[in-house]
């Protein structure tokens, strides 16, 4: 499809995006497609006082099938603006897809780097070692709306030999005067992996060393993402095919972190132990990238690929959303997850409530933020819909939430802790970012419910205070394309 092409079929879609207009659970303070199908934050920057946001887009279809690269703007966080599209698979080495990749601001421009899938039909193929095409594509602009032809860096074939067909979502990282690129990838044994390019400028790149971790830890490595944070090397990614441990890697797929130790340049690296991002049903592919004042702002998808949960929103013609964005500290080895300070914008009337007082509290709007405050907590229970509910076992050092039928087919999530000291929940009309502990830990997840719902501590210990505020929408305009 090329620009032409989605014109044309843009105006025949028409009644699709009036059809995902009128769903009640369209949300008011989230990023979500005007119609069809959103998934993975790509070439996230900021260029002349302007946040760009692009991402993985399927305008037509609810179920992602051809990808094309949205593409929205704003300069607060408040208003934002949907622009055209700025890729599409016009490319032969892009043909099936324009698969993630991220943005590098320098020398004046947006540098962008990203996958091109192609898919060959023409025989029994297991898409795995054979049958595929994932092409390192770069490309360039001067606006962030207006693009350099497309180039051709490398394919599958200038990678090294072990590794299979998937090796996927380019992102740029630059160290000592040398730029490394990272990519995800899948070896010839099914082991996730990272491969790391090595290039100069920006350019010639060439294959440098190949990151594990000291055991296997799942199959394919996707979305990976390196950078410095409080004097530490970072390295996000999204593993698939982890096995449950206890009461975590419930989600078919993962997200989060490793610490990297060691000198990329001399090839001598190692991982720490992975830990997750998000702990909730619905979070992946997150992307992060160091804005002009410095803080390093994170925009994940909310959604997960091959989930057997379900979004109700798909018979009205749209799934999924983005997260909030969310400014990432480094402490003590752990990230910590907050939204963005300009967030607080959005919040409109506000009650503030002791303990007791905060327990069947019937609410119609359900986009609020709901801050908590606790001093010694041995546990509690909130509740945060009629059949959605959060709680804190101090004896097992475990938090859960808990969804019912709204689940839409989620049942249960848990992170362990060991104490509790504050929760701050922002509820959009289907959807949740539970922060707890200074974002510590985050549960990210869709919810979907009709009609007066009753929130509240059921049970409760050491709670101190409890405040609410409204939440406001974000101003969403859309460009005439």
């Known amino acids: 499809m090329n620009i032409e092409e989605f014109r044309e079929v843009w105006e025949e879609n028409k009644e699709l995006r009036e059809l995902a207009a009128k769903d009640k659970d369209r949300l008011n303070y989230h990023i979500m497609p005007t119609s069809g199908w959103v998934n993975d934050p790509n070439g996230l920057c900021q260029f002349k006082g302007v ?3 692009y991402y993985q887009y399927s305008p037509f279809d609810v179920n992602g099938k051809l990808k094309l690269w949205g593409h929205i703007t704003t300069e607060d966080f408040i208003k934002y603006q949907e622009h055209e599209p700025v890729l599409y698979p016009d490319f032969r080495y892009d043909q099936n897809g324009v698969y993630s990749g991220s943005a590098v601001v320098r020398n004046g421009k947006i540098n962008y780097f990203y996958t091109g899938n192609v898919k060959h039909l023409d025989g029994d193929y297991d898409y795995i070692m054979t049958g595929r095409e994932q092409n390192l594509i770069a490309c360039s602009s001067e ?19 072990k590794l299979s067909l998937h090796v996927r979502d380019p992102k740029v990282y630059h160290k000592n005067g040398i730029d490394y690129m990272v990519i995800g990838a899948r070896d010839d044994n099914s082991t996730g992996c990272i491969l790391v390019l090595k290039g100069k400028d920006l350019k010639d790149w060439e294959c440098h060393t190949v990151i594990y971790s000291d055991e296997k830890f799942g199959y394919m490595w996707e979305c990976p993402d390196l950078f410095d944070l409080n004097g530490e090397t970072v390295l996000v990614t999204c593993p698939q095919g982890v096995p449950e441990e206890g009461y975590i890697y419930k989600n078919v797929h993962q997200n989060g972190y490793f610490l990297v130790n060691g ?6 690296v190692n991982l720490s132990e992975f830990r997750l991002l998000d702990y909730g049903f619905d979070f992946y592919a997150p992307q992060s990238f160091e804005d002009e004042s410095g803080r390093r702002i994170l925009v994940g998808w909310m959604g997960i690929p091959d989930a057997d949960y379900t979004n109700r929103t798909t018979e009205n013609g749209w799934q999924h959303a983005l997260t909030m964005p969310r400014e990432l500290i480094l402490k003590d080895g752990i990230i910590y997850q907050r939204p963005v300070e300009e967030i607080k914008a959005l919040r409109g009337n506000n009650r503030t409530f002791v303990a007791d007082e905060f327990k069947d509290l019937e609410v119609e709007n359900l986009s609020f933020e709901l801050c908590a405050e606790f001093e010694k907590c041995n546990g509690f229970k909130l509740n945060l819909r009629n059949d959605i509910s959060l709680s804190f076992d101090k004896s097992k050092g475990l938090i859960e939430l808990n969804m019912g039928e709204s689940g839409c087919g989620r049942d249960a999530r848990y992170a362990y802790c060991d104490e509790i000291r504050n929760i701050d929940v922002y509820s959009d009309t289907s959807a949740f970012e539970i922060f707890i502990n200074d974002g510590e830990i985050v549960f990210t997840t869709r919810a979907y419910t009709d009609g007066t719902q009753k929130i509240g501590f059921e049970k409760l210990d050491g709670l101190s205070k409890v405040c609410m505020y409204d939440m406001k929408k974000i101003v969403f305009g859309i460009d005439e394309f």
Do not use: A
């Open 51 to 53: 946040y760009h946001i």
């Open 263 to 268: 000198n990329l340049e001399s090839k001598d």
């Open 143 to 161: 606006d962030g709306f207006n693009f350099s032809e497309k180039e051709l860096i490398m394919t599958n074939t200038d990678f090294p030999s």
